[in-house]
């Protein structure tokens, strides 16, 4: 139920504030709010937010230095506003560890959208069961729990957002199968994919560097140039 969930708003813009607030509320969600970096991290630690909605510039601290320092301690989902539509700001937003980027002005209906695809797939990331054998997936020294919604690398555990969760799944479960940055936007976001290359490729690197022993010279995750991406 929509009422189950809290989303924490960071903006130092009050209209844009009100706006996401009201927006959110109709739909049924609880929203609690902040006007700078520093106050999100802290409502981000003592209310433990469901979702975050992070705007890039706030003062005393950004948004993508607050969704980093986050990141450290919480793998909650981060959907990040800008001003900016430019690719390599999106890049930056999604390098510090956000899951998803929207662009202002904004549609309410999209902000809404991107908002439960997000929970939707945090709450197919939370629920957990007894494993079985059917519910790990092998590959090489990785292996993925479905079953617990866990990545072991060589033995060791390795947290995951549930966004890199979701481009593992996808792409372990169908070994040596190129998949592109399309069709892994469309299953994963849950949204259509258009012009979605940069978005993809900044988690496929942050999920490098979490499995790979030298991501720089990948034995897993790799590109096929021009066509997109396979897990060997």
Known sequence: MHETYTILVA???????QIVRSELEAAGYRVITASAGDEACALAASARPDLIIMDVMMPRMSGMLATMKIRQENNVPILM???????SDR???????A???LVKPFYQQELLA???????????????????????????????????K?????GEYVHLTATEYGILQVLMEHPGRVFSAEEIYS?????????????????????RAKLEIDPKKPEHLKVVWGIGYVFE
Do not use: C, P
């Not at 903006?11 to 504030?17: E, V």
């Not at 506003?81 to 690719?87: F, P, V």
């Not at 299953?187 to 999920?207: A, Q």
């Open 11 to 17: 903006d130092d813009d009050r209209s844009i504030l």
């Open 81 to 87: 506003l800008s001003a900016k539509a430019e690719g």
């Open 187 to 207: 299953r994963v976001w849950d949204g259509e994919s258009f012009s979605v290359e940069n978005t993809v490729m900044v988690h496929i690197r942050r999920i």
């Open 91 to 97: 890049v930056l937003g999604l390098e510090s560890g």
């Open 114 to 148: 991107r908002v439960k695809a997000l929970l939707r797939r945090y709450d197919d990331l939370g629920s957990i069961r007894e494993t079985g054998a059917d519910d790990l997936v092998r590959v090489g020294d990785i292996v993925l729990d479905r079953s617990r």
């Open 99 to 101: 899951d998803d980027y």
């Open 150 to 154: 866990q990545l072991l690398v060589r």
